[in-house]
């Protein structure tokens, strides 16, 4: 008994000097992950640290003045470029979705600097080409002064080849300006534009709900697991709690236990001599007593490495995912002011192409104005060949016509010219056939510039321009040209018919009633003589 008293005394004061040892414990994240039923687990935690930086609190970027600066159509592209890679380094590992949203941002820099410079793109253009315009038109000066300079001398070879090369030289000028008319009024340019930008918005919208979806979801599931942890630590502590004031009373009772066998081991030794075999068998008692309090309070230490050890990875995770959780508040303001740079930067571009058409419209109207005075010119000049091509061509039939009826007289008369009328007639074929040609093309050439001025004379009148149509313009001058040359043409014809038909018709009716006359008279000295200087002398008993 005394040894077992002994041995007891021994192993209470060795736990009580050692029960302190290093207890280590295997509670970890993924522990925690499956012990509390949490959304994020390792693998996840570590894909989002790759595009997250944790964060003791939200933090608000300074990227508005930046997105600001990249609206400004005065800044140059080189300095957009450095602000693009700064917004790059600065939104980096702010969110899943922060690079493809910079690169959205560029592309709608990209668009801005394109509508930006596009209206001068077009002034370059317009410029290289107006160098061409001006001197198509000194060239066309020139030839019409030469060609004015021939038709003075009479020299109407010349002249002719003068008029058609000034055509050729108009009808480039107006090709020149129909080109640039088009490059200013084509609203193409504009819907493509706006149809690229709507592209874009779509692309942006789908992309800025897809970055917010993945962004709140992160924030969601982070939310849920920290108030599960925090749920959890809180069912812990009370449980660690309770535990701890069991221990408490187990303590309580181990040690009234102890006492009461410490005041019956006294007492027993007084009466050691009646009652050895009690204290022996309080002896053992005291022992066993002495082994459960000490397996209950390893039992209790490992409790508390376990909770402490809980504790600590709970604290920690729910540290970590709350430096998350801000940096996601922080990715969720840096896409606000993306998506208001976004909206910014669409309602920019829209103003920028309907400023810029309306520009260019503004453009197009002063080049119809001129399109008008040199279609004008042309048109008219046009007209004039074209009245005296046709003209030719008719007095070139009425020659054809002349030369068939010389070589049939000459045929009556044994005129040694026949030869002569028939190569005449021959080169007047070809002259007809050339002439009709070149009419052709000229009506052709006119009909198809003037389908091409239509349009453009609407725009004007729409426009608010009052003038005449220069197509009405060479009608009525061509029907005034005409008119004179009909009644010039109607004097000399009514002077051929005096002179030659209406005298020749007199003639043929004297002689004819001569002829008569002398057939049933008998007489042939009634008969007028061939010459005039002739005198027929009549029978006494004819009747004069």
């Known amino acids: 008994s005394t040894w077992g008293h002994a041995h007891g005394q021994e192993l209470m004061e060795h736990f009580l000097r050692g029960w302190k040892w290093s207890l280590v414990s295997e509670f970890k994240v993924s522990t925690l992950v499956t012990d509390f039923a949490l959304n994020i687990g390792d693998s996840d935690l570590q894909a989002m640290q790759q595009h997250y930086t944790p964060s003791p609190a939200p933090v608000a970027l300074a990227?508005?003045?930046?997105?600001?600066?990249?609206?400004?159509?005065?800044?140059?592209r080189r300095r957009k470029g450095m602000l693009l890679q700064e917004l790059g380094g600065k939104t980096r590992s702010h969110g899943v979705a922060m690079p493809a949203l910079v690169d959205l941002i560029g592309r709608f820099v990209d668009m801005l600097i394109a509508d930006g410079t596009s209206l001068d793109a077009l002034v370059w253009q317009l410029g290289d080409s107006e160098g061409k315009v001006q001197m198509l038109m000194e060239s066309i000066e020139q030839i019409d002064r030469e060609r004015e300079h021939f038709l003075e001398?009479?020299?109407?070879?010349?002249?002719?080849?003068?008029?058609?090369?000034a055509l050729v030289q108009q009808e480039e000028l107006i090709n020149t300006l129909l080109f640039r008319m088009a490059r200013m009024l084509d609203p193409a340019l504009k819907e493509k534009l706006l149809d690229s930008l709507?592209?874009?918005?779509?692309?942006?919208?789908?992309?800025?709900?897809?970055?917010?979806?993945i962004n709140d979801d992160w924030m969601h599931k982070i939310q849920q697991d920290m108030t599960k942890i925090q749920r959890k630590l809180s069912e812990e502590e009370e449980?660690?709690?309770?535990?701890?004031?069991?221990f408490i009373e187990i303590q309580k009772r181990t040690q009234e236990e102890l006492r009461n066998n410490q005041r019956q081991q006294m007492k027993t030794w007084k009466e050691i001599t009646a009652n050895f075999r009690d204290l022996n068998e309080l002896a053992v008692a005291r022992f066993k007593e002495i082994e459960s309090w000490t397996k209950e309070v390893e039992k209790h230490e490992r409790r508390k490495v376990e909770f402490n050890a809980c504790c600590r990875v709970a604290a920690a995770h729910a540290q970590t995912l709350r430096e998350l959780l801000n940096d996601c508040q922080t990715c969720d303001g840096l896409m606000k002011s993306m998506d208001?740079?976004?909206?910014?930067?669409?309602?920019?571009?829209?103003?920028?192409?309907?400023?810029?058409?309306?520009?260019?419209?503004?453009?197009?109207?002063?080049?119809?104005q001129r399109y008008l005075t040199v279609f004008r010119r042309y048109y008219m000049q046009l007209g004039d060949l074209l009245f005296k091509k046709q003209k030719r061509a008719e007095e070139i039939d009425r020659m054809i016509r002349s030369c068939e009826f010389q070589i049939d007289f000459c045929k009556e008369t044994l005129d040694p010219d026949l030869q002569k009328y028939k190569e005449q007639l021959h080169t007047l074929q070809i002259k007809k056939k050339d002439v009709a040609e070149r009419v052709k093309v000229l009506k052709e050439t006119a009909d198809v510039q003037a389908n091409n001025f239509t349009p453009h004379e609407e725009d004007l009148r729409r426009g608010g321009l009052a003038f005449d149509s220069p197509v009405l313009e060479m009608t009525e001058e061509s029907v005034g040209r005409r008119a004179k040359v009909l009644a010039r043409r109607k004097e000399f014809v009514n002077k051929d018919t005096e002179e030659l038909l209406d005298k020749e018709a007199a003639e043929i009716q004297l002689a004819s009633s001569t002829s008569k006359e002398a057939r049933k008279t008998g007489l042939s000295t009634l008969v007028s003589p061939l010459s005039r200087s002739t005198v027929r002398t009549l029978p006494a008993d004819a009747k004069p």
């Open 63 to 76: 990227v508005k003045p930046m997105l600001s600066e990249l609206l400004d159509r005065s800044a140059k």
């Open 153 to 165: 001398e009479e020299d109407f070879v010349q002249a002719e080849q003068f008029f058609e090369k």
């Open 198 to 213: 709507k592209a874009l918005c779509t692309e942006a919208d789908d992309q800025m709900n897809e970055s917010k979806h």
């Open 239 to 246: 449980g660690m709690q309770y535990r701890n004031e069991e």
């Open 340 to 368: 208001e740079y976004i909206r910014a930067a669409s309602r920019t571009v829209s103003a920028l192409a309907h400023d810029t058409h309306q520009e260019s419209l503004k453009w197009g109207f002063q080049e119809q």
